[in-house]
């Protein structure tokens, strides 16, 4: 099985969290998702992290703690996502490489259907109620 170490970020401002819809034709397709994306050679995460939030969505942030650390099996590969908590740091968010994205309250988050892998990190969300 192949094994993936995938970054993602918790980016909250003003209250809310972006969150963002996968391209069509891509894994987990149309699923939503906490932004970022997969661990290149040499990269820290965090620096993963940084240019996955350029890429998709062109904004800076400023990565912060670890939120969670996710173990998940789909059918062919293995998942681990490193969860980071993120502010903004500069730019608007647009949808350079993503379907959509949303600016959520927590308790709007169970209206979308994220991936199977972010159902912890969408309750622990709940659970914990982070200050903005
Ligand atoms: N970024 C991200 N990926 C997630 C989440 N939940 C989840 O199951 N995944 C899975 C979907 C994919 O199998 C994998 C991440 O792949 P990706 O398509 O985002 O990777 P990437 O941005 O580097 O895209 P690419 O260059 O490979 O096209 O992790 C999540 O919340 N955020
Ligand atoms: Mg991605």
Redesign the pocket.
């Known amino acids: 099985m192949q094994i993936?170490v995938?970054t993602?970020a918790v980016i909250k401002h003003n209250g809310k969290i972006l969150i963002s819809q996968r391209n069509e034709n891509?894994?987990?397709a149309l699923k939503w998702?906490?932004?970022?994306?997969?661990l290149e050679p040499g990269e820290s995460p965090e620096q993963c992290l940084f240019r996955?939030i350029k890429e998709e969505l062109g904004l800076s942030v400023i990565v912060e703690d670890i939120f969670d650390v996710v173990s998940?099996i789909y059918d062919n590969?293995q998942?681990i996502?490193l969860c980071y908590l993120c502010k903004v740091a500069g730019g608007a968010a647009r949808a350079l490489d993503c379907r959509a994205f949303r600016w959520v309250e927590v308790d709007e988050l169970a209206r979308y259907d994220f991936?199977a892998?972010?159902r912890v990190i969408v309750r622990k969300l709940q659970d914990c109620r982070l200050p903005s």
Not at 33 to 38: D, H, Q
């Open positions: 993936l995938v993602a891509t894994h987990q998702e906490f932004p970022g994306g997969k996955e998940h590969r998942i996502l991936a892998a972010d």
